[in-house]
């Protein structure tokens, strides 16, 4: 038996009690005479003491030619501590040791395995498994574990299977590329790694399942973007005999559920708001709704008053940032060279200080009046010794500018409490969106998704203008999750990949599996899925899905750890009849 406790465990009442431990040392303190060493396991830490006067000579020298990270079984006795330590939950004792056994020696780590290490990301990434031995990424794995166990009991109670899906499948297009895996035993070709469930679970309720979840990793080629991973978690659910409305409730149930059983939370049933509202009011559609600064929009007051720039411009827009009078001139010539940053790519910005008095100060006093300034204050809803900020241009432009200044300045302004969650649905997404590159349109969600039923006809007049009974859920200013109604007829489904610009032919060869399903009875249905990575870190109260990850690849997509992608010998590429051109 390696032990009979574990290395959180003991406490005063255990005193006097023989016990084993095995671990690893965390520290050791010698002091010539009494040498004190920290054992560390999953649980927690056990001091264990040796000392000359109540410890064999051979196992005091022992003791201290222990190093760090060394792997150790000690028996021994649970005495009480003369020092206690408040701070470790079995600081009131010690383990007087009378039997040490080195069970494996270890090199000195390359970073200290401590709460707050010198390591860097790539270090610590390189060697994850010590990484992983440090308590905060250690807690957010057990973190992660209670969420997913959290997320298994609430679905099992609402009747939801588990079900496995395949991984090694067909494409199925969620708006990026796929991984492909050759098929050694079919020359020529490849199974894609699922982007998504999608067809499959669509499948499982033509098959009667239900209600479907699964948590599941998916596939995606994409361009990494900082904090995404090209393999990650999802939540899929699918349910039959559903309305956009049933699916809106169960998964704020699980939301709440969720919220309320790692945070003790209660939240209230959570807002909606349709796309193109969260558009106007936030210029994002997963907007941040723990504070304000909604968009006001100025064309009506501040158009047609000589200033050519919001005279030309397609949409003015302000937000009123909460106290921001007190920002001095440095400080807003700061925020307007924030804004030209070419990630930003705003051409400048003009200011309205509201004073305390009720007058108000612009960067524009020249065009615009008190009254004027005061309808600019009225809009965006600005109280004296707020700042009005506006910016004028393109719509879609300046929508995305204002939104990503408004996130910064809640930022600088503490506004953003990683403690509080403010869920939002958003709803009624449009089914479709233009793609400049390939002059077409291309399905927003995936070509799964069904229009709402009353603007079927609109879409060979004005394709871009319909909307689909598709949905996300907004935590904190990050969408977590995003599903909707399906199409369940072989006619809209054939009618959805025309307007995608498939052929028939093309429809048929890559998804006549789905549409022959439709013709054996396939009832209503829809579903969602949430990003698992990021949901937890966002109830983790963290921003970056990494540190929830066991083993996650970099931002360039690698496991430097593990050293992948990597090249395949001869042999492999000759038996998946690959050939590829090696530098
Ligand atoms: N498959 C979708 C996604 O991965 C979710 C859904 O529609 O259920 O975003």
New binding site residues.
């Given amino acids: 038996m390696y032990r009979s406790h574990h290395c959180g465990q003991l406490r005063t009442s255990n005193i006097n009690e023989e016990v084993t431990l095995s671990g690893w040392v965390q520290k050791s303190r010698d002091k010539g005479f009494v040498i004190w060493v920290d054992l560390r396991d999953r649980y927690g830490i056990t001091q264990l003491i040796f000392d000359a006067d109540r410890t064999p000579e051979a196992m005091v020298s022992m003791a201290k030619s222990l190093g760090r990270e060394f792997v150790i079984q000690v028996t021994g006795t649970v005495i009480e501590r003369s020092s206690k330590n408040p701070n470790l939950e079995t600081g009131d004792i010690e383990i007087l040791v009378s039997k040490l056994t080195v069970l494996n020696e270890a090199i000195v780590p390359p970073f200290t395995i401590e709460d707050q290490t010198d390591g860097g990301e790539e270090l610590r990434m390189k060697y994850r498994y010590l990484d992983i031995r440090r308590n905060p990424v250690k807690n957010n794995l057990i973190f992660r574990h209670k969420v997913t166990q959290e997320v298994r009991s609430f679905l099992s109670s609402q009747d939801f299977i588990e079900v496995e899906t395949p991984y090694l499948i067909k494409s199925t297009p ?1 708006g990026a590329r796929d991984f492909v895996v050759p098929s050694r035993m079919n020359e020529g070709q490849f199974y894609a790694l699922p ?2 469930p ?1 067809t499959f679970k669509q499948l499982l309720m033509v098959g009667g399942m239900d209600k479907y979840f699964q948590i599941v990793k ?1 596939f995606r080629d994409e361009d990494l973007r900082a904090d995404r991973q090209p393999e990650f978690t ?1 939540i ?3 349910m039959a005999f559903v309305e956009q409305e049933d699916i809106l409730n169960i998964f704020e149930g699980l939301t709440r559920h969720l919220i309320k059983s790692i945070h003790g939370k209660e939240l209230s049933s959570f807002p909606r708001m349709t796309y193109d509202d969260a558009l106007k009011t936030y210029g994002n559609d997963k907007p941040d709704i723990r504070f304000g600064m909604q968009f006001g929009e100025l064309n009506a007051v501040a158009q047609h008053k000589d200033f050519g720039v919001f005279n030309a411009a397609e949409l003015v827009v302000g937000i009123a940032v909460p106290g921001g009078n007190s920002f001095t001139r440095k400080e807003i010539d700061g925020i307007i060279n924030w804004l030209k940053r070419p990630q930003i790519g705003a051409l400048g910005m003009i200011y309205s200080r509201c004073n305390d008095d009720g007058t108000y100060k612009s960067s524009v006093d020249k065009f615009y009046d008190q009254d004027d300034l005061g309808q600019w204050a009225k809009i965006t809803g600005a109280n004296p010794g707020d700042l009005v900020c506006v910016l004028s241009g393109p719509t879609d432009k300046v929508r995305a500018q204002l939104s990503a200044l408004r996130m910064e300045l809640a930022e600088r302004l503490g506004l953003r409490d990683p403690k509080e969650f403010a869920p939002l649905w958003v709803t009624d997404f449009p089914l479709l969106e233009w793609d400049e590159d390939s002059k077409r349109y291309h399905a927003m ?2 070509p799964f998704t069904a229009p709402k039923p009353d603007q079927i006809k609109l879409l060979d007049t004005d394709p871009g203008a319909v909307k689909a009974n598709a949905y996300d859920l907004v935590l904190n200013g990050n969408e977590i999750g ?3 109604i399906r199409i369940h007829d072989k006619a809209t489904q054939a009618l959805m990949f025309d307007h995608l610009g498939f052929t028939p032919e093309e429809a048929k060869e890559q998804f006549g599996f789905l549409m022959n399903a439709f013709e054996y009875g396939a009832p209503p249905h829809g ?3 949430f990003g698992l990575d990021r949901l937890v870190a966002i109830l983790g109260g963290q921003e970056t899905i990494r540190d929830f990850i066991a083993f996650p690849k970099n931002n360039s997509g690698r496991d430097v750890m593990i050293d992948a992608p990597s090249a395949i010998d001869e042999t492999q590429l000759k038996e998946l009849h690959l050939k590829v051109n090696l530098k």
């Fill in positions: 969620e982007q998504s999608q998916c999802q899929d659910c699918e969600h995936h995003g599903g909707s579903g969602l899925a």
